[in-house]
C-alpha cells in the first residue's frame, strides 16, 4: 500500500473501522475514503455498485458489520444473518468487479466449533456444531471467509481472512442490550460507583474463559496483514492469554475504584466456555501485540469518561 493509493474503510465510525482509519492516518496513508450507513447502506447492492464505480478503491478494510453481544446475537438472529450476509456480499464482489487490489475481511473467534480445542487453531474451523446463541451470525462469517477463498480460487482475487479475538477499546458499543462483555462492565461498574449502589449483576456463572485483544493491536494486525499476507487461508489474532468472566469483573471493579459486591445472574447465557486463539501463525509472521489487558482497560475507562 502507497501513501496515495486510495483505500476505503468500511464501517469507519464502528470500534474496529475508526481503529483501523487512526492507524492509517499515522502511518501517513492520504487517501482514504469512507461512508456511514446513512450514506451508503452496504446492503443495498446497486448503491454499493454505484460507490465502487466512482471511488475505485484500491484496498478495502471490510469493518462493516451487524456485530452485538451474546444477547443481542440471541435476540435477533435474522438481522444478524441477512444483514451480514447482503454486506458482505455486496462489498467483496464489487471490489471485485471494480478492480479492488487487496481486500481484507474480518471473521470472529465467536465462529469457531463451541468445543473446539484450545487454544484453537484455523484449522478447527467448521470442525463441529456452533454456539447456538451466535450460530446465525457465525454461519454468515463463515459464508463471508469461503466467499472470499471462492472469489480467490476462481478470479484470483486478493482477498484475506482475519480471525480476531474479543476486542474491546476506544469507540466501543457501550449499551447495556447490544454491547459485549467488557465495555458492558466498565459502565456498570462506573454507573454503580456513581449511584453508591450495592452491588453490580455479572451474567452468566462467571467461569467462561476470554480473551480480550485491544482494538488499536487489531488495526495495527489488520494494516500489518494487508501489506504482508497474500494466502486465502484464515488468521487468528489474539493475546494467547486469556482470564474467566469474574476475574474481568474483579479487575474492571478495581480499575474503576468500585467498593461494592459482584453478584451473578446466572438466569443469563455462558456462552461459549472457552474461545483462546492459537496464535503461532501470526507470531511466526512477525507481528506482535503490545498492549496489555490492565493498561489496555484503564485507558478504554478514560475514553469512557470523556466520552
Ligand atoms: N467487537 C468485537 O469484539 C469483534 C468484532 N469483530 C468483527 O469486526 C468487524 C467490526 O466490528 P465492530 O467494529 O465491533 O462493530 P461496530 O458495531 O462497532 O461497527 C460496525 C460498523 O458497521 C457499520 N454498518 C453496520 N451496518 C451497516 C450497513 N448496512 N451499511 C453500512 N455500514 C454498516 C456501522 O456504520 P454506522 O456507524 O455508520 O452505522 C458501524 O460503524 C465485524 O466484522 C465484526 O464481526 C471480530 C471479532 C471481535
Ligand atoms: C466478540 C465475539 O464473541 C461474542 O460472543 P461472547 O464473547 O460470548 O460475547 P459477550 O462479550 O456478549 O459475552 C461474553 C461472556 O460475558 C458474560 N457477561 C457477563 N456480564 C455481561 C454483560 O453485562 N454483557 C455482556 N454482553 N456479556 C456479559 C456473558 O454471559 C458471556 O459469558 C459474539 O456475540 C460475537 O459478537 C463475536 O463476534
Known sequence: MQPDERIFVAGHRGLVGAAILRQLKTEGFKNLIFRSSRELDLRDRRAVEAFFEQEQPAYVFLAAAKVGGILANNRYPAEFICDNLHIQTNVIDAAYRGGVKKLLFLGSSCIYPKYAPQPIKEESLLTGPLEPTN?????AKIAGIKMSQ??????GFNAISLMPTNLYGPGDNFDFKTSHVLPALIRKFHEAKVAC???VVVWGSGTP??????VDDLADAAIFLMRHYNEGEIINVGTGKD???ADLARLIKEIVDYSGEIVFDTSKPDGTPRKLLDTTKLTQLGWQPKIDLRGGIASTY???LEN
Open 197 to 199: 449502589a450495592p452491588e
Open 150 to 155: 471462492a472469489y480467490r480460487r476462481q478470479y
Open 302 to 304: 478514560k475514553w469512557f
Open 243 to 245: 482470564i474467566t468472566i
Open 209 to 214: 474463559r476470554r480473551e480480550f485483544l485491544h
Open 135 to 139: 450460530e446465525w451470525y457465525a454461519v
